[in-house]
């Protein structure tokens, strides 16, 4: 997370943006992905919109992502523990201090 408060170079926006728009046009190849697609849509918008993605993936910046991330990184992390040593886990000021 820390390394995107920096300037992505274009080139790897670019090859991200393509994997991200290749994902989202796989999952749409099957009727069953595009039909859920469109329910979610549907319930989350109220309109069918997920023939916009690909155009907003495009539309997204490196400062996009820049301004993202560091608002993402002003507030303390979450933590999850999974497994039987919980109580074994570092504490959030501990992973805090370790951030630092």
Known sequence: MHG???PIPQAELARHKNLCKHN???SLEKQEGRLEEMARNYMTY???NFQHYCDNIDKVTSQDINRVAIEMLKGKPT?????SNV???PTIEQCMHALN
């Open 4 to 6: 995107l408060r920096l």
């Open 24 to 26: 989202i046009l796989a």
């Open 46 to 48: 109220g309109e069918l």
């Open 79 to 83: 933590l999850t523990v999974v497994g």
């Open 87 to 89: 109580n074994e886990a």
